[in-house]
């Protein structure tokens, strides 16, 4: 007979408090896990180099040479995230490609708004 003790990983793992998380676990670890990121910001710097390294076919991926820093990468989410609330959910990635790309977000976010 094998037996496991999988308690000592339940300690840090998080647990929905609220009943509206129940049946959303994936919106529920998407929101901890995103307030854990912010909170630490050193945490951040091993997702920035990969976002920054990312390329695919030679063709850079996610962010651009604009994006330099962790301050940078949050202003530009939080200007990306304004700009797509104006526009119609199905709206093509082609239409807003280039408003994108200047302000430092490449190919990789979706295909849609």
């Known amino acids: 007979v094998l037996e496991l003790d999988f308690e000592p ?10 009943s509206k998380y129940i049946g959303n676990g994936v919106e529920f670890l998407n929101r901890h896990l995103s307030a854990k990121l912010f909170h630490d910001k050193e945490s951040l710097h091993p997702l920035l180099a990969f976002l920054k390294v990312h390329c695919h076919k030679g063709k850079n991926m996610m962010l651009n040479d604009r994006i330099r820093n962790l ?7 939080r200007k990306a995230e304004e700009f797509l609330s104006t526009l119609k959910p199905d709206t093509p990635y082609s239409e807003f490609e280039h408003k994108f790309q200047e302000i430092g977000l490449e190919r990789g976010w979706g295909d849609t708004a």
């Open 9 to 18: 990983f339940n300690a840090s793992f998080p647990r929905p408090t609220l």
């Open 71 to 77: 301050d940078s990468l949050q202003y530009v989410l």
